[in-house]
């Protein structure tokens, strides 16, 4: 990141703030936003004084208060860089529909890969 910025980034969006706090404060510069929509800790740590002397701003932000527009132009801007070869998925297991529960039971036990239910067609 140093490569690209120098100096540093103005912002950062942070969906995973708890594993990613440490490597924000270092590349954040004096005055950076970090707008954070996720964490795995519920009581995340990070290093208060780096932070505090850059005068960094921590954004948290509830996607359900997103505006329904801003919704809809993220998943049509998935879909095209997904098309375009621009994004990847990784998927851990496929579930039917009919074993829904199976894979809310997945994602209950603490599965860190992505689970997809496959609609019939």
């Known amino acids: 990141m140093r490569t690209v910025a120098p100096a540093g980034v103005d912002r ?9 706090v440490d490597l924000a404060a270092v590349v954040g510069k ?4 970090i707008a954070a929509y996720a964490s795995r800790q519920d ?3 990070f290093a208060f004084w780096p932070m505090l002397f850059n005068n960094m701003t921590i954004r948290l ?4 208060d ?3 527009e801003a919704k809809e ?3 049509t801007d ?3 860089a997904a098309r375009a070869g621009a994004l990847s998925i990784i998927v851990g297991e496929t579930f039917p529909l009919e074993n829904v529960a199976d894979a809310h ?10 689970v997809v239910v496959a609609l019939p067609d």
């Open 30 to 33: 004096i005055g950076a936003v």
């Open 43 to 45: 009581r995340p740590t």
């Open 66 to 68: 997103f505006p329904s």
């Open 78 to 80: 998935l879909i095209a």
């Open 61 to 64: 932000l509830g996607s359900d």
């Open 105 to 114: 039971d997945l994602v209950d036990a603490g599965s860190r890969h992505r």
């Open 12 to 20: 950062i969006v942070e969906v995973a703030f708890s594993d990613n």
């Open 73 to 75: 132009q993220a998943a």
